[in-house]
């Protein structure tokens, strides 16, 4: 029964808990927008890829394909079905085109529209997973470099020949070239354009229409204008021309643009009687000369040479077309979306650091810049002038750079900055899949469209979709970020669906990946999760959402605060993302407050970028909203999560995903608060759609009348899953928990499925635990148990296992799905029914016959006149072999169900009647039960009603509600026999050469056994050692035996004392037959967990328990051993822990072999318990062998019992006839070496010492004769 709840949270809670699965599920709709007309779908997702993609134009634009607009029709099958059959969930896509056929002078000559299939797309379902091909899959979104300008030091920390440091800059597109500015060690500028060999910066500025020198000086530099003919020597020498300077009457040009004036150009100037020169201004410039390095470098002077030079470098080819070089590189960079794409979220970063400096460039005379449009993708010439200009100020050491009235911070880019990181959610992946599939796809067209034959073209001909199918078959199946859904429990579901991955295709590897990428950043605080995170080679790389983040329209990860003004914290909430909240002085969730919300303090801690200062009220700007918005999901399930290090908290939230869903659930007596709504959010419970009160409740569907609603669409039928399997093989059930006549709250929880208990996430079971030492068998982390958990079913799960078997036709024949096995025993076929298939409810163990199956046998030659008589007779071949579906080792249990599929063009007449006869006859059965439930029904309906108010208007109302519930159930009952007898005349989809798939299910009850792996949730892990009887477990002074002794050496080099206060507190609330609530570092105190003791004594005091037999204010009581009744010398800690049982189960792992499957190549046992493979002895185990001088056991491992083929048959010979074992031969493996040192071209031969000793005999011989013969 669910018990009261006791919150021992200080903190009131702001805001709900957001739609934890939210993220997804909105992702995916914006990318489909099925249910938006489609003249109101924005440019997003699907809409947008196909835009990018069409029109599609020939190349003398006399034919063009657009795109109108695009339907999503309805799935084949059901979500179930889907599961049942193998298939996939998904619906057909299918784009409304136009061709416009033209004359030569553009006119349109002929128009032809038509619907075209573009491929089947796989849907989302209700809980946010994807079926594929049967199976349930969760597409993880990936976090990965955000698209904009990245400023970043040299990795070698070189420094230039004018003592600078070294940077360079990155313009990094969404697709697309890169473009890189960097700095060589003479100080001049360089540019690298997609990864190729480096040019001058300036000839790419040249390349986009700042041709002079004096132009490209003029943006960078501040100009002076200085009279020659009265300035002073010294002040203009070693100052930088801007102008050329030109001699009037004759044209002659005295000194270059960008030449260095000396005495002699001086005095040539005077000589000329030169006016006025243009100069470098140089105290704004910091004496910086790199641009003025970089034009002395530059051996382009035009814009042609420029835009030829980048094109031979691109293209890495001699020749060049000019016209092609001059187009070439507005193409890649500047013109098409297709090509070079910042995307939104590269120009709001982009204008959000520039903006003013955008501004500050308009300002230039004689230029004519623009601030970049925020619709703008593609790059511009101001975003590299920009770039040059941030990239010069912080070479130079600059802090500011003052642009206008404002000044922007130099510094170079954190690239682990969450500002600079962003979340590819399903939506975008798919769109960005899909998109390369149109584009191949539009390729194929243009194409076919550019063929002279004309004749008759419409959009189905020219289009060929198959690139698009392909693509997004392969996403969803291969994919690294596709994954098979971890569906061990509704916590592994919900966080596997809330997973943020740095791998993946344009991600990381986890090879090259450091130690910064993986590290935990100050901007994760509120958006990714420090803790939970795999231990192993992705730790870091693989991380999960906080609690109340969401991702915004930029793909950027946001936190919610409380704005604070004039030091009082408001209720209005914003969503900050990283880079805002650099900006921003944010205090923590538990600063001390007033009754007005002002803060009660001074100085309030805080946190600032990545420190922590002290400040006044007066200086904040935002508040933390909940001291759980750190955290992720798993981690915020962990009470007392505050006294745990961090290494055993991030094994307790990785291990509460590994539980499995026990036979009785139980929720925990300690919890956080936030149970009930994991298990809603997981779907893991069924919940009301609508206020109402219950009219009826059976196994598998509840019924709600609601209080809303006209009268036809007055009752919601919720349909409840029975025993199915999960991706894990663990158990999905649900059962009802509310009763006829409840008046029901929408939202409120009606059913319990796996894992769950009342609405709320149950993963374990609170057990009486003492820490104490027993004989040593707690040793390193072991656990005893008491049988009582075994008997009483405590640590039970159900499993479900699928086994599959498939006939096919061979080249010898069809095999056969059949009861007549050869060689097979009758007593093996007693529970096969007639067709050869188990009947349901059977109880099997391992090598019983699930499926009998004969394959044809090759034969040996046969006679062509008997060859002949077989293909008239139709004989079947004589020869089967028996290839039945066996119970594998290790499994028992019960058949659950049968599933037999066949193809349609197997399926004869007879057996098509056969089948609906049976269908028509299980309807009329179910028509029969559904009216006699409808009699109990009305019959019953008066006791239903309280007494006092059955009055004729009652009556009357509910006997409508259950007539109107059973006539529903009826026609879903009708609905149901028509989809299946349509389904029976369609037949089952099969892959090719397969005519029937059987699959049976067996269901097994798993016992908790020693070898087993229990957890808590503090990281506290063990394997079962010992099952002791409960009389002689160690007892509590009232003569009660404790469940499971734990290793008190286990806590404090571990650090998890968060166990600790668990138990203390678990023990209190089962006193006290409360639930204890204590969230996540807003829990109960130490003090306040001694209070609950004391009052939980003062209650047992006063129901008469003895003062004596109750425990200390810390839980610790002197115990009884159970053997001897003797007293333990110590006290010992008693109480209440959570405990789970974790997937990781004995049985799945026990494993032995006598003969089984060998390697093809060494001829020695595989490995493995899936390939039924065996121990390997290596090399340490051979020394271990030597070392006992165990030799003949020692040739046996290596010889007989391994690859020496020939011995092996002998010695299974000798051991049938008794007879003594032969000599070992050579092992394979042997042979193998010495056919890979042939292989390297040495001349190796194996022979044996006697036949060498015969040949070298023969040989002296042979010379003896030679002597004689020349004698």
């Known amino acids: 029964m669910l018990l009261n709840k006791i919150n021992f949270a200080r903190i009131p809670s702001i805001m709900p808990l957001p739609e934890l699965l939210e993220m997804q599920k909105q992702s995916f709709e914006d990318f489909v927008q099925k249910d938006v007309e489609p003249e109101k779908r924005k440019i997003q997702g699907l809409q947008a890829s ?70 089947d797309l796989p849907l989302m379902t209700e809980t946010a997973t994807f079926v594929i091909n049967g ?55 360089y540019v690298r354009i997609d990864k190729k060999r480096k040019l001058p910066a300036t000839t790419f500025l040249r390349a986009l229409g700042l041709e002079s020198d004096s132009q490209i000086l003029k943006i960078f530099y501040d100009v002076e204008t200085v009279s020659a003919d009265q300035a002073n020597v010294e002040e203009v020498i070693g100052k930088i021309c801007v102008e050329d300077v030109v001699v009037k009457e004759s044209g002659e040009v005295l000194i270059e643009a960008n030449k260095e004036i000396t005495r002699d150009l001086f005095a040539r100037l005077q000589e000329k009687k030169i006016k006025s020169i243009s100069l470098i201004k140089w105290d704004t410039a910091l004496n910086d000369v790199s641009i003025h390095n970089t034009l002395a470098k530059d051996p382009y002077k035009s814009k042609k040479e420029a835009t030829q030079a980048i094109y031979r470098i691109l293209r890495a080819q001699e020749y060049i077309v000019p016209d092609q070089a001059e187009s070439y590189l507005d193409n890649i960079l500047f013109n098409s979306v297709r090509k070079y794409d910042f995307t939104k979220v590269g120009r709001y970063k982009i204008l959000k650091k520039f903006h003013s400096m955008f501004k500050e460039l308009c300002q230039k005379k004689g230029f004519n810049f623009a601030v970049p449009a925020e619709r703008r993708r593609t790059l ?128 990381l590897h986890r090879k090259r990946a450091g130690f910064e990428v993986r ?67 944010v205090a923590q969730a538990n600063a001390p407050l007033d009754k007005s919300g002002r803060f009660s303090s001074d100085l309030i801690a805080c946190r600032y970028r990545g420190d922590f200062p002290l400040k006044e009220p007066k200086e904040i700007d935002y508040m933390d909203i909940s001291p759980m918005q750190v955290v992720s999901v798993s981690a915020s399930l962990v009470p007392f999560l505050e006294h745990d290090d961090a290494n055993r908290a991030l094994m307790g939230s990785n291990m509460q995903r590994q539980a499995v869903p026990l036979l009785k659930a139980e929720f925990p007596l300690v ?70 006549g409840d008046h029901v709250k929408k939202g409120q929880a009606i059913a319990d499925g796996p894992a769950t208990n009342f609405g709320q996430i149950a993963l374990g079971k609170n057990i009486l635990v003492a820490f104490m030492p027993w004989e040593g068998y707690n040793f390193e982390d072991a656990i005893l148990l008491s049988e009582r958990l075994v008997t009483d079913d405590a640590f039970t799960s159900i499993h479900i296992q699928e086994f599959k078997i498939e006939s096919r036709d061979t080249k010898m024949g069809p095999e056969e799905i059949t009861r007549d096995i050869p060689n097979v025993g009758a007593d093996a076929l007693t529970q096969l029914d007639e067709h050869g298939i188990i009947r349901l409810g059977a109880e099997v163990s391992p090598g019983d016959v699930l499926v009998g199956k004969v394959t044809p046998k090759g034969e040996q030659q046969i006679s062509p006149e008997e060859k002949l008589l077989k293909v008239i007779f139709g004989k079947k071949s004589e020869e089967v072999g028996d290839a039945s579906l066996r119970v594998p080792p290790g499994v028992t249990g019960k058949i659950l169900a049968v599933e037999v ?115 808590g949730r503090h990281g506290n892990k063990g394997v079962v050692a010992k099952v002791l009887r409960s009389e002689d477990m160690p007892y509590l002074p009232d003569g009660s035996p404790v469940d499971m002794v734990l290793s008190p050496l286990s806590v404090p080099s571990r650090m998890n004392v968060g166990q600790i206060l668990e138990t203390m507190l678990g023990w209190a609330g089962k006193v006290l037959d409360v639930q204890m609530v204590t969230p996540v570092f807003d829990g109960a105190k130490e003090s306040q967990v001694i209070e609950k003791i004391q009052e939980a004594k003062a209650h047992l005091i006063k129901q008469g328990t003895l003062e004596k037999f109750l425990p200390d204010d810390y839980c610790r009581v002197t115990m009884y051993d159970g053997r001897t009744g003797e007293k ?90 008794g007879e003594p074992s032969s000599e070992p031969g050579v092992p394979e493996s042997f042979k193998v070496l010495v056919k890979e040192l042939q292989s390297l071209g040495l001349a190796i031969d194996l022979r044996k010492i006697e036949e060498i000793k015969e040949t070298a005999e023969k040989g002296k011989e042979k010379s003896k004769e030679k002597e004689a013969s020349r004698v």
């Open 135 to 189: 199976a349930e899959r969760v597409i993880v979104s990936q976090l990965h470099r955000s698209p904009g300008i990245i400023f970043e030091e040299d990795e070698e920390k070189n420094i230039s020949s004018y003592g600078k440091k070294l940077y360079y800059a990155r313009i990094i597109p969404y697709r697309g070239a890169w473009v890189e500015f960097e700095y060589d060690l003479n100080n001049a500028l």
């Open 50 to 119: 196909l835009l990018d993609v069409f029109p599609i134009t020939n190349a003398d634009d006399t034919l063009e394909l657009q795109f109108l607009r695009y339907e999503v029709g309805e799935p084949k099958y059901s979500i179930e079905e889907a599961i049942s059959k193998d298939a996939t969930y998904a619906a057909p896509v299918k784009a409304f085109l136009r061709l416009i056929e033209k004359k030569e002078g553009g006119k349109v000559k002929q128009i032809a529209e038509q619907e075209v299939f573009l491929c």
């Open 671 to 740: 919890g956080t608060g936030i149970e009930d709504r994991v298990a809603k959010d997981s779907r893991a419970i069924a919940v009301a759609h609508r206020s109402g009160r219950v009219i009826s409740v059976t196994a598998n569907q509840i019924s709600i009348a609601s209080d809303e609603g006209d009268s036809k669409n007055k009752i919601d039928q919720t349909n409840l899953k029975k025993y199915s399997r999960s991706n894990q093989d663990t158990c999905i059930n649900f059962s009802p928990i509310v009763n006829v």
């Open 901 to 1015: 599929f066949v193809r349609k063009e197997k399926l004869g007449k007879k057996d098509e009647d056969a089948k609906k006869r049976e269908m028509d006859k299980e309807f009329e059965h179910e028509l029969e039960v559904l009216k006699a439930e409808r009699k109990e029904a009305l019959s019953h309906l008066v006791e239903y009603l309280d007494l006092k108010d059955s009055s004729s208007q009652k009556l009357g109302e509910r006997k409508k509600e259950l007539e109107d519930l059973f006539e529903k159930r009826e026609q879903d009952l009708r609905k149901y026999h028509a989809r299946q007898k349509e389904n029976l005349k369609m037949g089952d989809e099969m892959p090719v050469t397969v005519n029937k798939i059987v699959k049976v299910y067996i269901v097994s009850r798993r016992k908790i056994q020693v070898g087993d792996k229990l957890a």
């Open 519 to 585: 590290d935990v950043h100050h901007t994760h605080y509120g958006r990714l999760c420090p803790i939970e995170t795999p231990e192993g080679p992705n730790i870091g790389l693989i991380t999960s959402l906080a609690c109340y983040a969401q991702v915004n329209e930029y793909g950027l990860i946001e936190s919610p605060y409380r704005k604070v003004e004039g030091g009082k914290v408001t209720e209005q909430v914003d969503y900050l993302t990283a880079d805002k909240e650099d900006e921003h002085v």
């Open 380 to 507: 511009i010439v101001e975003d590299i002038l920009v770039t040059l200009q941030y990239l010069i100020a912080l070479n130079n050491g600059l802090s500011f750079i003052e642009a206008g009235t404002d000044k922007i911070k130099v510094e170079v880019d954190d690239i682990d900055h969450l500002g600079n990181r962003r979340v590819r959610v399903v939506g975008e992946l798919l769109e960005n899949q899909l998109r390369i599939g149109l584009l191949q796809m539009a390729r194929l067209a243009r194409d076919k469209m550019n063929l002279p034959d004309k004749t008759i073209l419409t959009p189905r001909i020219v289009l060929n979709t198959s690139p698009v199918v392909g693509i997004v078959r392969k996403f969803f199946g291969t994919s690294q970020l596709s994954q098979f859904m971890d569906q061990t429990n509704p916590l592994a579901e919900l966080t596997h669906k809330r997973r943020l991955s740095a791998l993946g295709p344009g991600g």
């Open 1128 to 1217: 333990f010398k110590e006290k010992v800690t008693v109480g209440y822990m959570y405990m789970l049982k974790l997937s990781h189960m004995v049985e799945d792992k026990i494993h032995a072999r006598s003969t089984g499957p060998y390697s093809l190549v060494t001829r020695q046992p595989l490995g493995g318990k899936a390939q039924f493979g065996g121990q390997r002895i290596g090399e340490m185990e051979v020394w271990a062998i030597e070392g006992y001088g165990a030799s003949y056991i020692l040739q046996e491992f290596l010889t007989v019992k391994s690859d020496d083929v020939v011995s092996r048959t002998k010695m299974y010979e000798s051991i049938i006839k």
